[in-house]
């Protein structure tokens, strides 16, 4: 991260020449590495043991009903609460908030060694469930109930199409090409050359990818985070208080119910984070890309980042404490 920003601050016209690699709302560089670090956890997944997630039905409802309701909710909440004299700031704070996270939460699951298989079926479902929901959401949220806050409500157009562009660009990529190849190597050279030979010769692309996702982040944004840092922290306050409440509550709630370790923290990681990649995407094509919705949403991955990083901390800290359903 202080790379990136040295980067971005050091090197003439940085955000400019990384602005310059996008097409339409995508940040080439920056889709590399997402695409690039999903791809290993993604070859490890075991993708017929996907459906026995539906033998876990309670955690599954337990699950949606804190991601879906409670996780838009808070958002809301905490938007209204901290940014309701930024109005911009805050229509791009409730934005995130209408979406769980399909791409990061992947590689967070990852470093805490959560089940591979469950989260992959949880983000597969929360892509299908964003695709569909997203834009009614935004509806009931920006038209209907900013009103009874004493705020103006807002019209937000966003189409199928647009929301499935980005899930199939972020998520869809890596995961044909990790069905791909486990099937087809498995094929030729068999299970055991691909779990001992071919996933540990790909698997350190994962945080290789993470670095150079960060510094480019950074380096993108290294002057905006200078040049107003007072916005930052306070678009940044209310956005660590949502994950750190929604992974502890999910975390809790699941072990409360007997869940092992690997699935209590697939779990939580899926419930805390946030689709910034549509945000932003959204935000830029209804409010423009200098907007202060725009300008919240790209704050967004600069705070995940590192609260995410503590949790995964977080989650490795009480592994150790977990005396039972290890």
Not at 71 to 97: C, N, Q, R, S, W
Not at 197 to 218: A, K, Q, R
């Amino acid at each position: 991260m202080l790379v990136g920003v040295f980067i971005g601050n050091i090197v003439p016209n940085m955000d400019q020449k990384l602005d310059a690699l996008s097409y339409g709302t995508t940040n080439i560089p920056l889709a590399i590495g997402l695409i690039l670090m999903m791809y290993p956890p993604l070859t490890k997944v075991q993708f017929s043991k996907i459906p026995s997630i539906l033998s876990k039905p309670k955690l599954l409802l337990v699950s949606f009903f804190i991601t879906w309701i409670v996780g838009p909710f808070l958002m809301f909440l905490l938007a209204v609460l901290f940014l309701k004299d930024y109005p911009e700031y805050m229509t791009g704070l409730i934005i995130i908030g209408l979406a769980p996270c399909i791409a990061m939460v992947i590689v967070w699951n990852e470093l805490a060694d959560g089940n591979r298989e469950l989260v992959a079926g949880l983000v597969g479902i929360n892509s299908l469930l964003q695709v569909f929901f997203f834009s009614s959401y935004a509806y009931f949220y920006l038209e209907i109930v900013l009103p009874y806050f004493g705020i103006k409500g807002l019209h937000l157009n966003v189409s199928m199409a647009e929301i499935a562009q980005t899930v199939g660009i972020y998520l869809g990529i890596p995961f044909v090409c990790a069905v791909i190849s486990r099937t087809w190597l498995i094929k030729q050279k068999g299970e055991e050359w691909f779990t001992k030979i071919f996933i540990p010769f790909v698997s350190p692309i994962t945080l290789i990818s993470l670095l150079f996702t960060i510094v480019v982040m950074f380096s993108l944004k290294g002057k905006m985070m200078l040049s107003i840092p007072m916005d930052v922290l306070t678009i940044a306050l209310p956005l660590v208080i949502f994950f750190a409440v929604m992974f502890v509550l999910m975390f809790f709630v699941s072990k409360k119910m007997g869940a092992t370790y690997s699935d209590t923290a697939a779990l939580s990681f899926t419930a805390s984070g946030n689709n910034f990649e549509l945000a932003i995407a959204v935000s830029i094509g209804v409010f423009g890309i200098h907007s202060g919705e725009a300008f919240a949403g790209v704050v967004g991955p600069l705070v995940e980042v590192p609260a995410l990083i503590l949790l995964v901390k977080f989650a490795q800290f009480w592994r150790k404490k977990w005396t039972t359903n290890p």
